[in-house]
């Protein structure tokens, strides 16, 4: 394969490893996954741009006039299959009362899927790391700031958020969905330095989905990397990119989602960044681990999912399972009710970031509406990048 305009090769025995293990996968066509549509399902998330994203294809080829049928027809040399599978000839559609179409695949084949995409994942991420390491110079995470004769700070005129202001809580307790709707937002949102890493100027008006109050200003690559990688719109991956918002940079993550009042009020995350936590930090001795060059490392690639939701706190329940575990795939490692989780939050949060932990309470749940309106579940769609 090629990524970021390098050729990969790969050992002819691995290839025939890899053969013979596909060749003994055994596919119950009984066994179905749903794999879309899904109502107001977020897109996935991910940082890294593979070649394959399945679902996406899919999805997109299924939505194209006149269906599969169509799709089924192109033009000869056109590539249909998808890691070397031939998905039309094993999906299976289902209509309910004659409306509503659904799409499903036998689950071995949507674990192989699964398992050539983070494939390509990884071999991306490797890639990148190798340009980042041969880069002579990387870019500050801060401008650079000096004191003048009076002692005081000031920055320095060549950083890029020279002539920025910084945030000063001008938007709290707004609400998104008036702000969104107000003439001259976006020219406003772009005066201001991003409220995270304050190195790049913000572009978009990062919101709490949950509760619809505006958190802050943020670039681009901070929106993305505070977005859940969403699989489906209750199912995430919790990948290496949460060790930066749950360990390196905790206190900056939290004072940012608790930016929103009714996370602040109630001591908690939306519910998919609590699930990551979840997953991520209170079930991180659950996770299996094998032998590696340098001690141990974790098996596989931490996945989250829930039922319900947090306007249904008794109901609500996380399961954490490691996919991608030599021990055996998709194992579930923990079900942890969303109350339990809550509770586990604090505790951390607390011991974590105090200062964090003493600005919320439930003494500040005054003047929030009882009943909060749902904003839009995924701001990424056309005509709607800003926000």
Known sequence: MRTSGGQWSVPEAEVHRAAAELNAVRMDRQD??????????PRQGCDEETPLRWRQRITGELQERGGPER???????????????DWRQVLVERTRDGTQRTWWLPRAVVRLLDAAEHAETQWVQAARTRQESAAVTDPPSHPRQTQNAGGRQTTNPKSPTASLRPYHKELEGQLYSALSRKPGTSRRVAEWACAVCRAAPATVLDHCHEHGYV??????????????????????RVANRYTRLFHTDTAA??????????????????????????????????????PAPRGRKPCGVLRVSWTGSQNTPRSCLLTVAVDFCPSGEHRVLARVPYREAAERFRVWLTETAPAV????????????????????ADTSGEDLELF
């Open 215 to 236: 958190r802050a200003p943020l670039c681009q690559s901070c929106n993305t990397q505070e977005r859940p990688d969403h699989l489906y719109s209750n199912d995430i």
């Open 253 to 290: 993550w939290l004072h940012h989602w608790h930016r929103c009042p009714g996370c602040r009020a109630r001591t908690t995350l939306p519910l998919p960044h609590l699930a990551a936590w979840t997953a991520f930090i209170a079930c991180r001795s659950l996770r299996p681990t094998h």
């Open 71 to 85: 799709a089924a027809q192109r033009e000869v040399g056109r590539p249909y299959h998808l890691a070397g599978i």
């Open 32 to 41: 179905l996954v749903r794999i879309g549509p899904f109502r107001r399902g």
């Open 357 to 376: 932990a003493a600005a919320a309470g439930p003494d500040r749940l005054d003047g929030l509406p009882a009943q909060f309106r749902p904003v839009i």
